[in-house]
């Protein structure tokens, strides 16, 4: 027994002629009937009866029908899964991004990525960037986002973009009709900052060190979007990602470029040891497209 003649024994109970069952798989009518003798055969038992020239299908025949159907049908279900997967519309990945990505500008940014791709399974996880580095090592995550680059023969890293730092402050702030913002402009002003483990922390306070102004630290703050929400509230002002706080309306909060440029880069980290998957790749593609507006 072969699917070719499983593929013909389903063709023939369909169409109920072995003719058209030839035109269904684009054979001859004399090859039908060969596939469905050996068919037969294989069996041990009669599958048809000839009346008036015809093949009629037998009780035994019909019972056997129905566990070709359901045969079948799984075999469709493989090709078309094959298909999506081709296509890349089908298939599960995980991504581990830093909480400034994840929380907020990641899920609108993948959003017409995923309304296109309704078959895909897509994890989005928020996590510090070493312990981004250490999921990826231990291929949990297949892509991952962070600020660090990561140095290990089971990681691939690449910089992706590169970002400056903005700064964030309320709306109706006095520094706010400024163009640009410099670190000696924040002398004094109540700031947002981020937890000591922050890897943005360093970078920020090496800033206003090389121009001796002392960070006038107010509220310290888990995540970026809880610092745009406490400047947007009028709390203080702070240092962030561009691409943070993205649903604020600019009546309650404004960006300002600073001076000088304090830049941050953003490492694309996969498995070496593991190739991505179709999707995963389309993904790739799709994450960088989202991040490009914001290289400098």
């Known amino acids: 027994m072969n699917i070719r003649q499983i593929e013909a024994f389903h063709a023939f109970m369909e169409t109920g002629s072995v003719t058209h069952a030839g035109e269904r798989l684009r054979i001859s009518q004399p090859a039908v009937s060969k596939l469905l003798k050996g068919f037969a055969e294989s069996c041990g038992f009669k599958l048809f009866v000839r009346s008036n020239g015809r093949l009629i299908p037998t009780l ?15 075999t469709e279900r493989i090709e078309r899964v094959a298909a999506a997967v081709r296509n890349r519309e089908w298939g599960q990945v995980t991504v581990a991004a830093l909480p400034a990505l994840a929380t907020r500008y990641l899920p609108q940014a993948l959003s017409p990525f995923l309304a296109e791709q309704p078959d895909l399974h897509l994890t989005l996880q928020s996590r510090a960037s070493p312990r981004i580095a250490e999921l990826v090592m231990g291929q949990q995550v297949d892509i991952g986002l962070s600020v660090l680059p990561f140095d290990h023969p089971d990681v691939t890293a690449e910089a992706v973009v590169r970002f400056d730092l903005v700064c964030f402050l309320p709306a109706q702030h006095p520094l706010a009709g400024k163009a640009c913002i410099g670190v000696e402009d924040l002398r004094n002003e109540p700031f947002i900052s981020l937890e000591r483990d922050d890897c943005s922390l360093m970078t920020i306070d090496r800033a206003f060190q090389m121009r001796g102004v002392q960070k006038r630290n107010r509220i ?16 203080g002002v702070s240092i962030l990602p561009p691409f943070v706080g993205v649903d604020y309306p600019p009546d309650r909060l404004v960006r300002r470029p600073l001076l000088p440029k304090t830049s941050m880069d953003i490492w694309l980290l996969t498995s070496s040891r593991r190739p991505l998957s179709l999707v995963a790749q389309q993904l790739v593609d799709f994450i960088r497209a989202a991040l490009a507006p914001f290289h400098q």
């Open 220 to 235: 310290e703050v888990p995540m970026s979007e809880t610092a745009c929400s406490f400047v947007a509230n009028g709390i």
């Open 60 to 74: 035994e025949a019909r019972l056997v029908a129905a566990e070709v159907e359901r045969l079948i049908a799984g």
